[in-house]
Structures are given as C-alpha cells and as structure tokens.
C-alpha cells in the first residue's frame, strides 16, 4: 500500500472542486450578455413556463384547446 499520511482534506477538497468545475456544463452555456441590465431593472425575474399539452385518444372528431400560459 501506498504512504497516505501526506493527503490532506484540504488536498482533497482542492482537487474535487477542480474536478467539479470541469465537469460544470451549464455555466459555460448560460448567455449573460444582459446580465447587467437585469440588476437595474429589479430584484425579480419573471420566467414564463412552456404551456403544457395532454394527448388524448384518437378520434375523428376535433377538440379544441385552449393553452394558459403561466410563470414562475
């Protein structure tokens, strides 16, 4: 076996957050262009939520639906 006496939780915690930040993708991929503006503006951000549909059984009548749009 190894000497181990020499490895550190300060080691470890330094090597796992390199190994965290690396495997972090969607950081990388979050546009932030309009980062800035966002902070003058207010303390919140409203975020609309894609509308939801249900598929029903075939038919060959026709069911209308109406979508409702809601946000976080």
Do not use: C, W
């Amino acid at each position: 076996m190894g000497d181990f006496t020499s490895v550190t939780p300060h080691i470890i915690a330094r090597e796992s957050l390199i190994i965290l930040e690396n495997e972090l993708v969607l950081a990388g991929l979050v546009h932030r262009d309009y980062t800035k503006e966002f902070q003058k503006v207010g303390s919140t951000v409203s975020v609309r939520k894609p509308v939801s549909m249900t598929a029903a059984s075939v038919s060959d009548t026709v069911n209308e639906v109406t979508p409702t749009e809601s946000s976080v």
